[in-house]
């Protein structure tokens, strides 16, 4: 399996902008399918974007969509999650994944998990 470091949570205003990053181990990173997931409390874990393993074809959630961006840097082993126009709605833990083939939304074809990071939009 992968391991998976995440980055870039913090405190924001409703408006603001955050960078989340999520650096991988192993050298088959370029291979792989990638994605987002958040958990807010309370609340089942929800898918908020994906790329594939060449970072040319992306999904977003509709309830991100216009405003998160998700990108990848097979170089630097990273993944990135470019957050505007932040909601409170968007206050979650962030989590990081991989998989080994494929890409999309379903979180149950998702193999490996990175520790989250925490995002909080509060006035």
């Known amino acids: 399996q992968v391991q998976l470091v995440e980055s870039g949570g913090g405190l924001v205003q409703p408006g603001g902008s955050l960078r989340l990053s999520c650096v991988a181990s192993?050298?088959?990173?370029?291979?792989?399918?990638m994605g987002w997931f958040r958990q807010a409390p309370g609340k089942e874990r929800e898918f908020v974007a994906a790329?594939?393993?060449?970072?040319?074809?992306?999904v977003i959630a509709n309830s991100v969509k216009g405003r998160f961006t998700i990108s990848r840097d097979n170089t630097k082993n990273a993944l990135y999650l470019q957050m505007n126009n932040l909601k409170p709605g968007d206050t979650a833990i962030y989590y990081c994944?991989?998989?080994?083939?494929?890409?999309?939304?379903?979180?149950?074809?998702?193999?490996?998990w990175g520790q989250g990071t925490q995002v909080t939009v509060s006035s």
């Open positions: 994944t991989s998989r080994r083939t494929g890409w999309g939304s379903r979180y149950t074809e998702y193999d490996s």
């Open positions: 192993g050298r088959t990173f370029s291979s792989y399918g």
């Open positions: 790329v594939n393993w060449n970072g040319g074809n992306t």
